[in-house]
């Protein structure tokens, strides 16, 4: 079963502007996760928020949490054509079962 | 480090088949995952080890799959029989520990005919 769900689905955006994905999730967790994974590729871990945090940057990118919420938000600021990927969130239930479980992605397009 | 190895990149099988998948994680890593994915579902954990020790195998589909851990630098994720409906990208991905995040592999194209 998927426990983070992200929104949109898909996101089309000029090179240079922001994007933003959201993510729910239905449990309590230890942290949450944003990977990103190239047509083909494996995925890559990209940042880490714990449960007791509620931002977090990295770069060009900035995580935010809200647990009262359940949802998460990651922000990519100035894009690249090379950021055109898809991205994933991902929670580690607070359930001590200590397993990553993902969301379905959003396809971000990023064009020149 | 070379990252998560796993062979072979790209599998062609007929239906019925015996298919095992590799993967060797990153040395030091002490939790091993493997996961499926398909355009239809996602991305599906199977089985996580901890410490070569399997942990949960809730999402292993069926008792056609198995998976071994002999050593903490190998693997193995089997299908027998396998059947077209297996046909998918399966990844290994490793963590340092609990809590961490994991670093994938870059997958198994499992494609069953």
């Known amino acids: 079963s998927q426990q983070g769900e992200e929104d949109p689905q898909a996101l089309s955006i000029q090179e240079g502007e922001n994007a933003t994905m959201n993510c729910s999730y239905k449990?309590?967790?230890?942290?949450l996760q944003w990977y990103r994974q190239n047509s083909g590729r494996g995925l890559v871990h990209l940042i880490l928020i714990r449960s007791n945090e509620r931002e977090k940057h990295s770069g060009r990118l900035r995580v935010t949490l809200d647990t009262s919420k359940k949802s998460s938000s990651l922000l990519i600021t100035a894009s690249r054509a090379a950021d055109t990927a898809s991205y994933f969130c991902?929670?580690?239930?607070?359930?001590?079962?200590?397993?990553?479980?993902f969301g379905s992605g959003t396809r971000l397009l990023v064009r020149p | 480090d070379a990252g998560v190895i796993q062979s072979p990149r790209h599998e062609v099988t007929e239906m019925g088949q015996e298919v095992t998948l590799r993967c060797k994680p990153i040395?030091?890593?002490?939790?091993l995952f493997w996961y499926r994915q398909t355009m239809m579902r996602g991305l599906e954990l199977l089985i996580y080890?901890?410490?070569?020790?399997?942990?949960?195998d809730s999402g292993m589909p069926e008792d056609r799959f198995s998976a071994k851990m002999p050593n903490a630098s190998f693997s193995t994720l089997k299908i027998q029989p396998s059947e077209p409906r297996d046909s998918a990208v399966y990844f290994c991905?490793?963590?340092?520990?609990?809590?961490?995040?994991?670093?994938f592999g870059s997958g198994t194209r499992l494609t069953v005919v």
């Open positions: 991902a929670t580690d239930a607070a359930d001590s079962s200590y397993k990553l479980i």
């Open positions: 991905a490793s963590s340092p520990g609990t809590g961490d995040g994991y670093t």
């Open positions: 080890f901890n410490n070569n020790v399997p942990i949960d």
């Open positions: 040395s030091g890593h002490n939790s």
């Open positions: 449990t309590s967790i230890n942290n």
